[in-house]
């Protein structure tokens, strides 16, 4: 974190960092939206199980 503090734009490093492509940009965006529905999904797809399970132990399912 204190890094951050001393932050140099003319340091090779973060030079560096701002030179990548539009085009790796890009894909690197696509690829943290597709982890984001993805990760949607998933919270969807437990959320309704966890629904049907609710409503069989209320039910008092005999043993």
Known sequence: MLKAWRY???APENRAYCTISAAM????TLY?????V???F???MTHDPHGMLD???AGG???
């Open 8 to 10: 140099d734009p003319r």
């Open 38 to 40: 993805f990760l949607a």
């Open 55 to 57: 409503s069989l132990r």
């Open 25 to 28: 940009r890009l894909t690197y």
């Open 61 to 63: 399912m005999a043993s």
């Open 32 to 36: 943290y939206l597709g982890l984001v």
């Open 42 to 44: 998933l919270a969807v």
